[in-house]
């Protein structure tokens, strides 16, 4: 027998034996699981009870302050990614309360956020020195790089989920953050001040010191009151789109692209009784449930829906949704970001 007739079932193992110290390994043997045909989430379907987290977080608050805590935040985390701190592998979200009287210190981070409120009003977010009063369903932005603190200066809690960038920017090793060496920023312009500029579909001449935000990302107040009556105005003259409702996207008015470089958020609102048909995206998408009751279904696996609950749709799992009663709902997902790589598709089925 011919000693140096390669024989693959017994020289290959002691190849790959002899190559991983080196560092070196068969793309042959993974490729299938590289290059999938369809996306695999690594991500399950889930869904917080917001009443639970909410006791929860009370009792945290009691133990622990907003400045000790520097964010005194409740992650919701995948089941399926365990120790990561992610809803999806790309996005985070978490549950953060300021207390009557509480400040959270002032920082900024390289991390893109979004907070929408979930419960109490009067209490702010300020954003490089500008508050945005908070009230429910309200979204506020915190851009990357942009100083911001929340204060509570109302007499009762206040509860929001913040979405952010977080898994992203650690994929890419970037994250930076600092501290102002004051709790708080300097106010730099009333209450209020940029959405009066920005948002009205008007803007400050471009130059001029009445634009005073940065051109790239000028508005970063979305009031509910202002969103919910367009969404209702839709509604009361257009049929529902099959697949999604009656659906509107946040937009940037500098642009008219999505809220930030690497998050989009939308909100939708199913009439009564309204069920979607099936529809999947390589968006893996984290939603809060504003108003109403229903189900999600998703990839055939059934959650009853109810008011300020929040629940995760990975990425290309099939999504139907059922009205019980009106049924609006809030999303927000890294579509932005895809959309720019070249990376997004859906189906409607």
């Known amino acids: 027998?011919?000693?140096?007739?390669?024989?693959?079932?017994?020289?290959?193992?002691?190849?790959?034996?002899?190559?991983?110290?080196?560092?070196?390994?068969?793309?042959?043997?993974?490729?299938?699981?590289?290059?999938?045909?369809?996306?695999?989430?690594?991500?399950?379907?889930?869904?917080?009870?917001?009443?639970?987290?909410?006791?929860?977080?009370?009792?945290?608050?009691?133990?622990?302050?907003?400045?000790?805590?520097?964010?005194?935040?409740?992650?919701?985390?995948?089941?399926?990614?365990?120790?990561?701190?992610?809803?999806?592998?790309?996005?985070?979200?978490?549950?953060?309360?300021?207390?009557?009287?509480?400040?959270?210190?002032?920082?900024?981070?390289?991390?893109?956020?979004?907070?929408?409120?979930?419960?109490?009003?009067?209490?702010?977010?300020?954003?490089?020195?500008?508050?945005?009063?908070?009230?429910?369903?309200?979204?506020?932005l915190t851009p990357n790089w942009q100083w911001h603190d929340h204060g509570n200066t109302s007499d009762a809690p206040m509860i929001w989920l913040d979405g952010l960038d977080i898994p992203m920017v650690r994929f890419f090793e970037t994250s930076f953050a600092e501290r102002l060496p004051d709790m708080a920023h300097a106010e730099t312009a009333p209450p209020g001040d940029s959405l009066a500029r920005y948002g009205r579909n008007l803007r400050p001449f471009a130059g001029s010191p009445a634009a005073r935000r940065p051109a790239s990302l000028p508005l970063f107040h979305y009031p509910f009151a202002e969103w919910r009556a367009s969404l209702s105005a839709l509604a009361a003259h257009d049929a529902p789109d099959p697949h999604l409702g009656h659906a509107l996207e946040f937009t940037n008015p500098a642009d008219g692209g999505p809220v930030m470089p690497t998050i989009a958020a939308h909100v939708r609102l199913l009439p009564a009784g309204f069920t979607t048909r099936p529809r999947q995206a390589t968006d893996g998408t984290i939603f809060v449930v504003v108003s109403g009751r229903g189900t999600a279904r998703i990839q055939g696996q059934e959650f009853a829906l109810m008011e300020r609950d929040t629940f995760v749709v990975p990425s290309w799992h099939l999504l139907e949704l059922q009205a019980e009663s009106e049924l609006v709902l809030f999303g927000y997902s890294d579509r932005a970001a895809q959309a720019k790589l070249g990376l997004f598709r859906e189906q409607a089925h």
């Open 1 to 140: 027998m011919d000693t140096n007739t390669p024989n693959p079932t017994a020289d290959l193992p002691r190849l790959y034996a002899e190559m991983a110290p080196h560092n070196l390994f068969p793309l042959w043997e993974v490729l299938h699981g590289l290059v999938t045909p369809t996306p695999r989430s690594a991500a399950a379907p889930v869904l917080w009870r917001y009443a639970e987290a909410r006791d929860f977080l009370m009792r945290a608050g009691a133990l622990i302050s907003a400045e000790q805590a520097e964010r005194r935040v409740l992650i919701l985390e995948n089941p399926q990614l365990p120790a990561s701190s992610c809803a999806t592998p790309s996005l985070y979200a978490g549950l953060q309360l300021i207390l009557p009287g509480e400040v959270a210190p002032c920082h900024r981070h390289t991390q893109c956020a979004l907070r929408f409120v979930l419960e109490g009003s009067g209490a702010f977010t300020a954003l490089d020195g500008e508050k945005a009063v908070m009230r429910p369903f309200d979204l506020v």
